[in-house]
């Protein structure tokens, strides 16, 4: 990559401009589901600068966006969700300034890295046909549900070498990312009147006692297995005032890198298996509703040696982590994409009434991700690159 090509793009992107696009982005909404508003906006602003906007059906009115440059086949993708969580309040889900700070659902995750990533891609259109490196820009739906978005492309188009996907990581580059499991635990008791527990059997008591033995096992112990886990929801049977008969848990595990989902399912199923010993007419039931596995690159490939180089032209300090929840990366890396994950923004904040995201860091990151995009052009001179090996 040239210099004066690399300075070129670095000066096509328009700070104002990326606001502008961001600050739209925020104001539409789009949780799960209901993309088709965000989605028509995005179609719009690419086909006026000039591109051949592909949509991708996903199903009825969801779909993605995918446009390309450079000679195919491409080499990398930068790839955002337009999706959000829903909103707590739909009076005040929009944009709010604050000097460099803006607020808004969906403003870390990941509004702030689909604008840095549109805005980057229209800094590299301002290169001539022949300089533009070999990238793709992929506008997914779903990833804050199923996936289904990246799953539609990924069934759809050749998986391709390296994604960039621009999940809040506060800029920081994620070569390794956590796996998942959604647990679902159900226990079933028998209704009495509430003034005669003794007669029935609590199905939330159990519940309760069965999560204090998960916790207590060394599987869960702090500093061991580092598993992460989180009592996502908690519901039981309602009818009044009596004994609850059913009592439903949803759990989130995060879990590094190098563990074995099979295995991790297969404790937790023994830890359940003794629960029934200790706990008098426990009824308990365990389903994973979804698993997906983590990965660890490396850092032994061209990219990673180049983002030094990279942070210190842009004067960025670098920073390496591991991604410690779900995303779409999982989904990439299953199908033989190394997927880096990269964005502005602080997942701590993501999904909470208090998201935000400076602008300087959008900014910041429409320029990591143009020369990221630039060392494409470089590919063919790195093998590494082109053999799909996976840096386990």
């Given at each position: ?110 509004k702030g890295g689909c604008a840095a990533m549109v805005e980057a891609w229209l800094a590299l259109a301002t290169l001539p046909l022949a300089e ?53 635990l159900v226990t079933t008791g028998r209704r009495s009147h509430s003034s005669l527990p003794e007669v029935g059997h609590n199905a939330v008591e ?187």
């Amino acid at each position: 990559m040239t210099h004066r090509r690399r300075d070129a793009v670095l000066q096509a992107i328009d700070p104002d401009r990326l606001r502008q696009t961001f600050l739209d982005l925020l104001a539409i909404y789009s949780p799960s589901g209901k993309e088709e508003d965000v989605q028509l906006y995005l179609e719009d602003l690419l086909t006026r600068a000039g591109f051949a906007v592909e949509r991708q059906v996903v199903e009825g009115d969801r779909y993605n966006l995918r446009v390309t440059m450079g000679v195919a086949p491409q080499q990398l993708y930068l790839v955002g969700h337009v999706d959000t969580v829903p909103a707590w309040d739909l009076d005040t889900f929009g944009p709010k300034q604050e000097g460099e700070i803006i607020r808004g659902l969906g403003s870390a995750d990941m509004k702030g890295g689909c604008a840095a990533m549109v805005e980057a891609w229209l800094a590299l259109a301002t290169l001539p046909l022949a300089e533009r490196p070999p990238v793709g820009l992929l506008l997914v739906v779903g990833e804050e549900e199923n996936g289904d978005g990246s799953a539609a492309f990924l069934k759809a188009c050749q998986p391709p070498p390296w994604v960039i996907i621009g999940e809040p990581t506060g800029l920081a580059a994620c070569f390794a990312h956590y796996g998942y499991l959604e647990a679902r635990l159900v226990t079933t008791g028998r209704r009495s009147h509430s003034s005669l527990p003794e007669v029935g059997h609590n199905a939330v008591e159990s519940m309760l006692r069965v999560l204090l033995r998960l916790w207590e096992d060394p599987l869960f112990a702090p500093g061991t297995t580092a598993i992460v886990h989180s009592i996502r929801e908690m519901s039981s049977s309602r009818a009044g005032f009596v004994v609850p008969d059913r009592c439903e848990t949803w759990i989130d595990l995060h879990l590094l890198p190098h563990h074995d989902l099979a295995l991790i399912q297969t404790a937790i199923r023994r830890i359940a298996e003794d629960a029934k010993r200790c706990i008098p007419g426990l009824d308990l039931q365990i389903e994973f509703a979804f698993a997906a596995a983590g990965f660890n690159l490396g850092t032994e490939h061209y990219l990673a040696r180049r983002l030094p180089a990279i942070y210190d032209d842009l004067s960025l300090p670098l920073r390496l982590d591991a991604f410690r929840s779900h995303s779409d990366g999982n989904l990439f890396f299953a199908a033989d994409t190394k997927p880096i994950i990269l964005g502005p923004g602080a997942l701590e904040v993501a999904h909470t009434p208090d998201e935000q995201v400076t602008i300087t860091d959008v900014v910041a990151a429409a320029r990591i991700y143009a020369a990221m995009s630039l060392e494409m052009i470089n590919l063919g001179d790195q093998p590494n690159l082109q053999s799909g090996e996976r840096f386990d």
